[in-house]
């Protein structure tokens, strides 16, 4: 069974700095696709970057940015120039190519400061 | 372009009453998926619709829990007889095709809370 895992249940990060959140995972599949999502305070899950695992090239969509180590099954979301927007619950999710369901880690609780 | 659209936002139910939770998905979206999000956990899946069909219901509770993608409206998410532990987050996702690739398009949930 895929697992995802989030090994930092908190991050803070002062406003325009970078922060690094982590995330591995587990799988014996050769297609997938791995996900982060945001969930601010209002609860709505936002979807920020993807990244196919047949691509070598690392996702980025303006500040944010993904280190896809895929040997070492490791899918870690850079935020550069953080803003406090950026507050919020990271998830990182999994998707097998011919599965249906994302698989959920339990989320990183980013905390922005001035 | 509406995105997905669940409804009521916050439900509160008595033990042992139903709760039905609606789900009408983005415009072109044929591909339903309900989540359940406990307390400070992450989401949990529960079910995959196309219309009229279930296509994957691993994650349901074998007991109370249905779920249902009529040809005609919503897709409905059906509790019957609530219990306190059915107090969560329900969140509904929709996509245009059930490729691995396609990002799910979340709704805003529906806040289930038992009495």
């Known amino acids: 069974a895929q697992t995802v895992t989030q090994s930092q249940p908190e991050m803070s990060v002062q406003e325009a700095e970078t922060v690094t959140l982590s995330c591995t995972y587990d799988t014996s599949e050769s297609d997938y696709y791995l996900f982060w999502y945001k969930q601010p305070p209002s609860r709505q899950m936002i979807l920020v970057i993807r990244q196919e695992a047949y691509k070598q090239q690392n996702a980025t969509e303006n500040r944010f940015s993904v280190n896809f180590q895929k040997a070492a099954k490791s899918f870690s979301l850079k935020i550069s120039d953080s803003q406090l927007g950026d507050a919020a619950m990271y998830f990182c999710?999994?998707?097998?190519?011919?599965?249906?369901?994302?698989?959920f880690g339990t989320g990183t609780r980013l905390q922005v400061t001035l | 372009n509406a995105g997905v659209m669940q409804n009521p936002r916050h439900l509160v139910r008595r033990r042992g009453q139903e709760a039905r939770l609606r789900c009408s998905p983005m415009?072109?979206?044929?591909?339903v998926y309900w989540y359940r999000q406990l307390p400070e956990e992450g989401l949990k899946f529960m079910v995959y619709?196309?219309?009229?069909?279930?296509?994957?219901e691993s994650g349901m509770p074998k007991e109370r829990f249905s779920a249902e993608f009529p040809k005609e409206g919503p897709s409905i998410l059906r509790i019957q007889q609530v219990v306190r532990g059915d107090s969560a987050a329900y969140f509904c996702?929709?996509?245009?095709?059930?490729?691995?690739?396609?990002?799910?398009?979340f709704g805003d949930g529906t806040r289930l809370s038992i009495l």
């Open positions: 999710a999994y998707r097998a190519g011919t599965a249906s369901k994302l698989t």
């Open positions: 996702a929709s996509s245009p095709s059930k490729s691995g690739g396609q990002p799910q398009h």
């Open positions: 619709l196309q219309k009229e069909n279930i296509i994957d």
């Open positions: 415009k072109g979206h044929s591909h």
